[in-house]
């Protein structure tokens, strides 16, 4: 190699070097500099999309507290209905009937259920907007990985965290 790189001319040699250090210079653009550009401006949208979400919650979080302590939450979203009922009727409605193979009361404000071949991802979603939409807690959760790829096998143990 430095054989050939002798061999060639002054003016040769001066050429290359210039267009290695520009090729240098795009690679690093490429691959260094535009790709931490972007990711800043993702972080960044980010960034404001959570300071606004935070400056949100901090509005209606007296709000909230408000109802919570006075048990508004609980009976207004769900119009009467019992843990059991809700339960099982949030879950039929999420398509998760289906799998749904046991439901039990466990005791004032606590229901069991037993779900067999359930889509995690579906189980996941469910027990989130029951969370979120209902005010209940999951008190217990075991989960095993069932036959069929993206399926499981889950015992809940859901309580009412609003004591309503």
Do not use: C, H, K
Request: aromatic share 8%; charged share 20%.
């Amino acid at each position: 190699m430095r054989a050939w790189w002798l061999r060639q001319t002054a003016r040769d040699r001066g050429v290359m070097l210039v267009g290695a250090a520009v090729v240098a210079v795009l690679l690093l653009w490429a691959f260094v500099w535009y790709p931490l550009a972007a990711s800043r401006d993702v972080l960044a949208a980010s960034a404001a999309q959570a300071e606004a979400d935070l400056a949100w919650m901090r509005s209606v979080a007296p709000e909230l507290s408000q109802r919570r302590a006075s048990g508004a939450m609980t009976g207004l979203d769900r119009a009467g209905r019992s843990l059991l009922a809700l339960t099982d009727g949030t879950a039929r409605e999420a398509g998760l009937g289906g799998a749904l193979v046991r439901i039990e009361p466990a005791g004032v404000g606590r229901v069991n259920l037993w779900f067999e071949r359930v889509p995690f991802d579906a189980l996941a979603t469910w027990l989130e907007s029951l969370s979120r939409r209902y005010g209940v807690a999951v008190d217990e959760l075991q989960v095993e990985r069932a036959v069929d790829t993206g399926t499981v096998d889950a015992r809940i143990g859901i309580s009412d965290a609003a004591g309503g």
